[in-house]
């Protein structure tokens, strides 16, 4: 049973906005570090966007920083990604993590200090 599942990918055209979700399956991760990652087609994965378990810290790649917000829903146990002023480059596979800490304010941006993921969704910018 994969532990995350994300939704809410789809088409939007350049300049359009889009919200991602991630909600656990199976378990609890209210107390986990969560991110985002995406990959697009012959590209490696790259980080996007983290927040603290507490949801009081987050940090943005360049790309999207001041486009993207990612946040936590009341219960913990989601994460979403707005995104807003989307690009033809935002176009790839979103994926959800979540990583271990005992810290609220906590967050990660690299692949390896998460230690669950989800299996991804597909969004897309047409131009």
């Known amino acids: 049973q994969v532990p995350l599942v994300e939704s809410g990918g789809g088409l939007v055209q350049t300049g359009g906005s889009l919200r991602v979700s991630c909600a656990a399956s199976?378990?609890?991760?209210?107390?986990?570090?969560m991110g985002w990652f995406r990959q697009a087609p012959g590209k490696e994965r790259e980080f996007v966007a983290a927040?603290?378990?507490?949801?009081?810290?987050?940090y943005y790649a360049d790309s999207v920083k001041g486009r993207f917000t990612i946040s936590r829903g009341n219960a913990k146990n989601t994460v979403y990604l707005q995104m807003n002023s989307l690009k033809p480059e935002d176009t790839a596979v979103y994926y959800c993590a979540a990583g271990r800490t005992y810290y609220s304010t906590t967050y990660y941006t690299t692949a390896e200090e998460f230690n669950y993921w989800g299996q991804g969704t597909q969004v897309t910018v047409s131009s």
């Open positions: 927040i603290s378990w507490s949801g009081g810290n987050s």
């Open positions: 199976g378990r609890t991760f209210s107390s986990y570090a």
